[in-house]
């Protein structure tokens, strides 16, 4: 084992006592490119480590006996510098960087089942420096600059903010690990999602398909596309669910007994904390569960009804181009337009919000134009009614003949 270095100046209370309060620390190299960090304060002096990055850790035991924990003895600060940077002989106390941050992140995706493409994205748009950065030492500046390069390089906002949201949960998940990261906050704000301001365009109309496009579409994809990509649109479009969700489908979440009325079990999103899996009836039209229960029996109980694919959105949009249709769209263009098509129906938001697995904030919020068109004569029954339509005001009628007055009987 290393001998440890000693310090004259700074190995015990009444030495360090006799040092002049400044800001700047006092440091003693323990070992190549690492030094002990002595800060003399007014109060009880601190101890911090700096290795190409400075981070403090304990109070000294100036006024009061070390513990070994919140209150370290020079030695002991020592040896735990050297563990801070080095960490155990199993590597495990070491802090984490921002690179094995997001590796660690892409693990967790992979055992979980999700997508490693959101760790890849990060990864891609990572600068050298921001990689071998410790975690415990990110601030809200440095993030916030990094997120907006993406846009200064020519990323689209919406990217931008995706790519921003799957770093976030890389480091929310390296905090969850190691309790002495505790900066959380600095990637809660300088990564919350950007929202574009200012614009005078009207908002896009074209993210809503007309049903005889999207059947035009679904045709397009079985010929040109193949079957198994047709059958993916095709059931995109027929449910409106997101192409997550689809993916997670089985045999057996299909529920065709009664011909007339199939039902397919789609499983509910992963997003919100903590939330259990969770499966949703969801009405489909016979032709579709026919499909469905064909494609079942030729893959049979043992496979998903589909297999994970990464280009969905490319070869979506060569159906577009053969179509003529925007090719700006995105397979989420059919979930837009299943909403909207309910909600001009007249079907009750709370309902549309349940078969497609959000919330009814979220539909009033991004379909609230759609939702004033289709509710437009149903508040007309509601409506004060007009001057025309309003009954006349009753008027007073003469007294007839035979009814006296009371000032006629009084005289009598």
Sequence with gaps: MARARNSETLKNRTSRLKLAV?????KLLVAPGIFLCYRRCIGPGTWSVEAGWMKRFALADDHEDANNRSVMSFWQAQAHALKMVRGNDDDGDKPVTVAEAVDAYQTDLEVRGG?????????????PALSSKLVMLLTETELAGWRNGLVAKGLKLSSANRIGKSFKAALALAAKRDKRITNSAAWKVALKPLKPKGSKNPPRENYYLPDASILGIVRECYAAEGVDFGALIDVLAGTGTRESQALRLWPDDLRDGDSKAPLLMLWCSNKGRDRDPEQRATSITPKLARMLRARADARGPKRPLFDRRWDTSA?????LARLDLDQTLTPYVLRHSSIIRQIRSNTPTRLVAFHHDTSVAEIEKTYARFLNNATDDLTRKGLLADDDAAPKPRTRKRASGNVVSFRTLASV
Aim: net charge positive.
């Design 22 to 26: 400044k800001r700047k620390p006092y």
């Design 115 to 127: 997508s490693k493409h959101n760790a890849i994205s990060v990864r891609n748009h990572l600068t």
């Design 315 to 319: 070869r979506f949009r060569t159906v």
